[in-house]
């Protein structure tokens, strides 16, 4: 129970070295960092990660803040919760593809389901299906093509089931996502969505509770001193403000400059130019 707690406090300090100071950014004016919707943020490797696999299209928002947890085998890892997922950040691969996974959240939701009919494996698949030996589930359309085109084994995992009814909707298991198929949204792109495990995971196990999903406030400070503007780090000059003036920051850092926001302008300032102080 010791080493537990030392290896959580050893992670909790590894979160606070990642993403701290963990800056935000207005989701009208950015797009990304600090989502307006459910008052969160998003940095680091898990926000490099959900940036380059799909977003909140795929993902969705993210609905805490990243903290310190522990992975299946027990090492220390920093998870985010999304409407969708769970993104966990494994520091021990740091240096490998997969530093950013995305939680067995549909392991862990259909454990104990297995011997219902639709869990049971298969011997083969059909006509226009591929079966997978490891599981013994086959996977076909409408979810077939979509597993491939969106990221297949590394992002979604095997399939656990087979295609089957449940809620209203078509669905299948997957370890790390449920595949809903929406026939009233035919030729809009969203035919097929993710289930929003990442919600329903944090409320049955308790994970809501934590602080990291108490809604963030975007981090204010002032200017030390009268400074330039920049359209991007070192970029040209898009305006002055004097000494004193309150920013909100909203990107960085990037080298030594962050990106800080007041009404009427945005730009990037260097970090010698603002007044830090320490967070309770």
Not at 95 to 108: H, K, M, S
Not at 124 to 132: D, I
Not at 183 to 206: K, M, S, Y
Request: with cysteine; net charge negative; proline share 8%.
């Amino acid at each position: 129970m010791l080493e537990r707690g030392v290896r959580l406090a050893a992670l909790t300090a590894l979160v606070v070295v990642l993403f701290a100071p963990q800056l935000s950014r207005s989701a009208e004016a950015a797009g990304v960092g600090y989502f307006d919707p459910t008052s969160h943020t998003l940095g680091g490797p898990i926000r490099e990660y959900w940036e380059s696999h799909g977003g909140l299209w795929l993902f969705g928002y993210p609905v805490s803040e990243p903290y310190a947890a522990l992975s299946e085998d027990g090492r220390p890892i920093v998870a985010q919760y999304f409407e969708r997922t769970r993104l966990e950040y494994h520091p021990a691969l740091d240096d490998t593809p997969y530093r950013v996974l995305g939680g067995r959240l549909g392991a862990v939701l259909t454990a104990g389901r297995e011997h219902q009919p639709e869990f049971l494996p298969v011997a083969g698949a059909g006509a226009g299906c591929e079966y997978f030996a490891p599981t013994g589930h086959t996977l076909c359309a409408p979810f077939r093509d979509w597993w491939r085109d969106k990221g297949g084994l590394p992002i979604f995992g095997y399939p656990l089931s087979e295609a089957f009814e449940e809620g209203g909707y078509t669905v299948q298991y997957f370890e790390r996502a449920r595949f809903e198929w929406h026939p009233e949204n035919l030729g809009t792109g969203w035919e097929v969505e993710l289930g929003h495990l990442g919600i329903d995971d944090a409320r049955r196990t308790g994970a809501s509770t934590l602080d990291a999903f108490n809604a963030a406030t975007p981090v204010m400070t002032t200017l030390r001193v009268a400074t330039d503007l920049t359209a991007s780090p070192g970029g040209e000059v898009v305006g002055t403000l004097n000494a004193g003036t309150p920013v909100r920051v909203i990107d960085g850092p990037r080298s030594d400059r962050y990106l800080v926001q007041t009404p009427g302008i945005t730009g990037w300032v260097a970090f010698s130019t603002l007044s830090w102080t320490a967070r309770p």
